[in-house]
């Protein structure tokens, strides 16, 4: 399920260089044990190849853990089989928090990536037909974030006390009779041609093949959006002094540069 990215004798020989280059305090920090980021992978694994380079030159040695789901990195990480991880926005690390008592926090945001609806039989909106069948996501913060997408679009209402965290039960208008399909968040792009439209979050839309101009017919603003991504830790390590090398390294016009390049125009840097 994870991996630790092999570090060749090249990249020791040149970490070992640049080590014996930085000030005492960066110099004792980079020949301290390896900062282990917990990512999902795929196109992640590109930019955060990007951010292991900037960190190099920080004096931060990072090693990459992959994941192939989302409740596992705060679970590594909350035993310390990692240090940090970067794959998760505020609700779903608050429900997560809430539901298995996780003492992490956020440090740093670092892009927004917006959750869309799409659809491989519609041009628009305004095409969906009555009855449609509407993929969504199955867990928590994602189906409510799927939910509050269709209200924003005016397709359905929700109750207000349902908060961040909707279902479909709390739809409490439906005026188009439409109907939600509920599947794990990594499946749900896959079942794109057999659904009228689905709701999928970019990472998972570009892995699935998904065309992520020609199909997205809706998609959330960044404006006010508690859907931002982050690097999180553990709450101790908060203000260790490589996680201020962390968010340098993340924070550079290099990472904004491979942000755009890497998710083709779909995701934003969330850093000003």
């Known amino acids: 399920m994870k991996q630790i990215a092999p570090l060749t004798r090249r990249t020791l020989l040149s970490l070992i260089g640049g080590i014996a280059c930085l000030p005492m305090a960066t110099r004792a920090m980079a020949e301290g044990k390896l900062i282990r980021i917990g990512i999902m992978a795929g196109e992640d694994e590109d930019l955060w190849r990007v951010i292991t380079a900037n960190a190099a030159k920080e004096g931060l040695n990072l090693g ?19 240090d940090a991880n970067a794959f998760q926005h505020a609700p ?28 491989a039989r519609w041009k628009a909106l305004a095409d969906l037909p009555d009855k449609a069948v509407i ?22 209402r929700l109750d207000s006390a349902a908060g961040l965290l909707p279902t479909p039960l709390d739809v409490t208008e439906n005026p188009h009779h439409f ?17 009228d439209a ?15 101009q020609k199909q997205r017919i809706g998609v959330e603003s960044l404006q006010n959006n508690p859907y931002v991504n982050f690097v999180a830790v553990n709450a101790p390590d908060a203000h260790a002094p490589w996680v201020e090398a962390l968010i ?23 850093w000003t």
């Open 135 to 156: 993929g969504v996501p199955n867990d928590p913060s994602n189906e409510g974030r799927a939910l509050r997408l269709l209200e924003a679009l005016g397709l359905i």
């Open 179 to 195: 109907s939600f399909h509920e599947l794990d968040a990594g499946i749900v792009g896959r079942t794109l041609p057999d659904v």
């Open 198 to 212: 689905a709701v999928i979050n970019t990472n998972w839309a570009l892995k699935a093949g998904v065309d992520i």
């Open 92 to 119: 779903f690390l608050e429900a997560q928090k809430a539901a298995r008592g996780y003492d992490i926090v956020s440090v740093c945001p670092t892009y927004f990536s917006p959750i869309g609806l799409y659809s």
């Open 64 to 82: 990459i853990v992959t994941f192939s789901d989302y409740n596992t990195p705060n679970e590594a990480l909350a035993e310390h089989e990692i």
């Open 248 to 270: 340098r390294a993340v924070h550079q016009p290099a990472t904004r540069e491979a942000i755009a390049t890497i998710f083709h125009g779909a995701v934003e840097p969330a």
